[in-house]
């Protein structure tokens, strides 16, 4: 008996792998970076067909020691650019972006991180501490980008690194390399007096080295001051405030979110910037071109 000759090869070449991204989720203290982040990646972390490999990290983990921060208006200043490990955080990132290198756990000595509300210093369940909408929101996002990816014929999506953190992008020269790593920049705003409120409900921060609170002023004094110092470019006449200066933005590749529109609009918005990225149809556009097709 013949034994029959082996199945040839598939000619079918394989799908071509996309370039990875970088986003970059930035903005001031208490505007909603993390809790943006960490749905994002949700949305994103899907398995099956199509794939998509996301990791998240966050600006915090490269704090320096407490001790050798920097002094402002007398207080220690964990919120300047100086006050992270800003080499380590770029060589994490080209190593992730050009050698596909997973990121590695940091030691979370001096990092600086906010206590979830309702949770104690001992720790908790950060899950329970997530709000209810948004989790909801979350599971219809990722559900629908899945879903469009894959009408959309995408079997592999670009791999995904999500990086939260304040001052990813201030005026040069502070951090010059750090920027050009990100191939998305995402600015999200809050008004002055809607952070400095979240600021001061939070109880205080945890780190190995102990437990620490804001002094009296610190976001006056510190907080508040970075933030416009670094960002006062993207916006008309430097008022971090007022309207978006859409030239300044565009030269730099910056998005601004909007304020107004709480943290659901703002978590659907972010979720259209990295599916327009990724090259994923919204869902509302493609059935408003089967409607207009209808109707002629």
Known sequence: ????????????????VPQPLILGLSGVSSSGKTTIATHLSSIFSFSGTPLCDVTLIHADDFYLPEASLPFRAG????????ALDLP???????????????VRARPRQGVLTPLLEGEDRDGGNAEENLDVRLLALTSRLRDETQRQATAD??????????????????????IPLLPSLLHIKILLRTTRSAALARRLARPGYATLEGFWADPPGYFEDVV???????????????????????????????VVGSEEEGLEGVLEWVV?????????????????????????
Do not use: N
Request: aromatic share 6%; with cysteine; hydrophobic share 35%.
């Open 272 to 296: 259209g910037v990295v599916r327009k990225e990724m090259g994923i149809a919204r869902e509302h556009e493609e059935k408003e071109d089967v409607e207009l097709v209808s109707e002629a």
């Open 224 to 254: 508040w001051p970075h933030y416009v110092e670094a960002h006062a470019r993207y916006f008309e006449g430097g008022d971090v405030e007022g309207g978006v200066d859409e030239e300044a933005c565009q030269s730099e590749g910056v």
């Open 75 to 82: 207080h220690r200043d964990w919120d300047c650019a100086a």
């Open 153 to 174: 014929g995408i079997s592999v999506l670009p791999r995904l690194l999500i990086l939260d953190g304040f001052l990813l992008f201030p005026a040069p020269p502070v």
């Open 1 to 16: 008996m013949t034994t029959p000759p082996p199945t040839p090869p598939s000619s079918s070449p394989p799908p071509s």
């Open 88 to 102: 380590a955080l770029c060589a994490c990132l080209e190593a992730w972006l050009h050698r596909g290198e997973p």
